[in-house]
């Protein structure tokens, strides 16, 4: 092999590098006449968080369902790996490697923490028809899968019901690892959870990112955001109000943005008329233009 061709294979391997695994370009959808989602573009990349922030009704989770394969895009490009997709059930999206991490997690309560581990894809041995659940290796592999990711339980006979909720995130992060993900989309994980359970889900979501996994971090909390994230989107009534990469972008001035700050900001002198209303620490409109880079380009 020539230089030439070593220095063309480098580039080749350096622009799939670059490649978001998932990408959204001026992305939206329509549900008859009211426009949900508008104009969002959002790039995943493998070892990466993105963080999607938003307050009720903002849109996060259209966008949820848009990436997960529950509903189709309306207007824009959605697409994996470079490829234009349109997926019509969430199957196809975790065909394509994309798993949902919903807040209700979608575990039975009573079953054992193995058997919800594989919960639909149940391990099989025996020659059809009597072929049965294989119990020993379903309970030897989710006990080293959770492990591999920190998890260590000491009992996996326990109903996953009597697991604290950050422990149940944790083990729903694990099972998608297992069963190939590579973009995890996790919709408000911590939204339930007191301060030291929010620490333990964090912790794993950067184990994932670790692992190569790209994330997609719903929140509305900010300071759980900052933690582990490395691109931060904030949506706002459907549109993207913010995109910039971490080193862009303070935790005082990503707060602000979620928390409204540009619309305060805006009323500033209006609300100072306003009886016991302080608005010394309210930030000044010109002080809230933060980078609205290409999410494309932000999270290379």
């Known amino acids: 092999m020539t230089t030439a061709d070593t220095g063309k294979n480098n580039d080749q391997a350096a622009a799939a590098d670059r490649t978001p695994v ?19 573009d959002l790039a995943v990349h493998p070892g990466k968080v993105t963080c999607v ?27 994996v790996d470079g490829e234009a997709v349109r997926f019509s059930t969430p199957r196809e999206a975790l065909d394509r490697g994309i ?11 009573l079953m054992p923490v193995w058997r919800n581990f594989f919960l639909g894809s149940e391990m099989t041995k025996g020659p059809w028809p009597v072929r049965r659940l294989d119990i020993a290796r379903m309970k030897k592999t989710a006990d080293e899968e959770l ?39 996790l919709d408000e994980p911590t939204a339930a959870l007191g301060v030291k359970q929010s ?17 997609i971090f719903i929140t509305h909390n900010p300071h759980h955001a900052y933690m582990v994230g490395d691109h931060f989107n904030v949506l706002r009534l459907g549109t993207l109000e913010l995109s910039a990469d971490r080193s862009e972008v303070s935790l005082e001035e990503l707060t602000n ?11 500033k002198h209006e609300l100072a008329q306003v009886r016991g209303v302080d608005v010394e620490e309210l930030p000044e409109a010109k002080d809230l233009q933060a980078p609205m880079a290409a999410s494309s380009e932000g999270n290379s």
């Open 22 to 40: 998932v990408e959204l370009r001026g992305t939206g959808k329509s549900y008859g006449n009211i426009r949900a989602l508008h104009g969002v």
């Open 53 to 79: 922030l938003g307050d009720n009704g903002a849109g996060k989770s259209t966008l949820i369902k848009i990436i997960s394969g529950l509903h189709q895009h309306t207007e824009g490009e959605f697409l």
């Open 99 to 109: 798993a949902t991490v919903y807040q209700d997690l979608a575990t039975v309560p």
């Open 147 to 185: 492990r591999n990711m920190g998890i260590v339980l000491d009992d996996l006979e326990q109903p996953i019901g009597t697991l604290s909720g950050g422990q149940r995130q944790c083990v729903a992060i694990a099972r998608a690892v297992y069963f190939g993900a590579r973009v995890l989309i």
């Open 199 to 215: 620490g333990v889900v964090l912790k794993y979501i950067a184990a994932a990112r670790d692992r190569g996994l790209g994330v």
């Open 257 to 267: 943005h979620m928390a409204g700050g540009a619309e305060l900001a805006a009323l």
